[in-house]
């Protein structure tokens, strides 16, 4: 009965999530409330304040189901041991780019994050989210970043701090870029150049070396 209980809470939560990205697909973040919600996933209110405490708290949990799949890569590019860090973050980013690209659920939740979530009074919490997890990626990149100093795959006097943010930068352009004009290059066949442009920018630019 516990078990039963269980798996229903928790086919319950999939049902919100999934009428949460059908609706914040269409409607925008502002413009759909819980009861839309609700409504969608044929659940009370009551029941989506069960699984989530606001709506800030549903944006943040679909925007989680995106991140798994990729952690494996993203370990391995940050682990000292890993004798290919930069060969692990070229294909970390070759898979994220094909992935937008080629996957419904994994664009339209992009498409909401870059295009559709607007930071209003009540999404505050969501904000302040977004900033502590995009501080935590510029340092998981800057951690592969040295290891790919390390293991002389980048060059000794990068910053590794700008070229973190710099790299983190590119990326979030390229992907809302094409979400917003899908049609002005093909992200999928295209994948490879991209993340390989980003990486000469680190092993070339003298901009980003330190100036000591």
């Known amino acids: 009965m516990v078990r039963r209980t269980k798996e229903e809470a928790l086919e319950t939560r999939s049902k919100i999530l999934e009428a949460a990205e059908q609706a914040f697909y269409e409607r925008g973040v502002a413009r759909t409330t819980l009861a839309d919600i609700a409504a969608l996933a044929g659940v009370t209110r ?31 590019s940050e682990n000292q041991d890993e004798l290919d860090p930069l060969g692990c973050m070229r294909k970390l980013l070759v898979h994220l780019f094909r992935q937008v690209a080629i996957d419904p659920k994994t664009r339209r939740i992009n498409e909401i994050l870059f295009h559709k979530c607007e930071f209003t009074d009540e999404m505050c919490d969501l904000r302040r ?8 990626c510029n340092s998981r990149i800057e951690v592969a970043l040295n290891n790919a100093v390390h293991r002389e795959q980048l060059p000794a006097a990068l910053d590794t701090r ?6 983190h930068a590119y990326i979030d352009g390229i992907l809302g870029q094409w979400l917003l004009v899908p049609d002005s290059f093909a992200l999928h066949k295209e994948a490879e150049s991209w ?16 100036r000591d």
């Not at 069960?50 to 799949?69: G, I």
């Open 195 to 210: 993340v390989d442009i980003g990486i000469e920018m680190l092993r070339l630019s003298p901009a980003l070396r330190h």
């Open 46 to 76: 009551g029941a989506i304040y069960w699984h989530f405490s606001n709506k800030a708290d549903l944006v943040q949990a679909m925007l989680d189901t995106l991140h798994e799949p990729l952690d494996e890569l993203a370990k391995a």
């Open 129 to 136: 989210q977004r900033q502590v997890a995009s501080v935590d």
């Open 162 to 167: 700008r070229a973190a943010i710099s790299l």
